[in-house]
């Protein structure tokens, strides 16, 4: 189950649930998402993710692919 924010200027007026869906959401728009009964994001966030354990292991991943290439890369 996917929970959208419905109070986005975006969806105003909100007189057509559907056809704002269909239109003008966005991920962003995302609250909460529910997968078999267990949030996996609540309030916008992920839940249980150590965001920066994944962005941290995707830089180094990241700076060894450009290293096997021959790409100099900078920090961050």
Do not use: Q
Request: proline share 4%.
């Amino acid at each position: 189950m996917v929970l959208l924010r419905a109070d986005a200027l975006g969806l105003t007026p909100l007189n057509n649930p559907v056809g704002a869906v269909v239109l003008a959401a966005h991920p962003g728009l995302v609250d909460s998402v529910f997968v078999a009964g267990r949030g996996l994001k609540r309030d916008g966030a992920l839940v249980g993710v150590d965001a920066e354990r994944v962005r941290r292991l995707a830089t180094e991943s990241r700076d060894r692919l450009f290293e096997k290439a021959g790409v100099r890369v900078g920090t961050g």
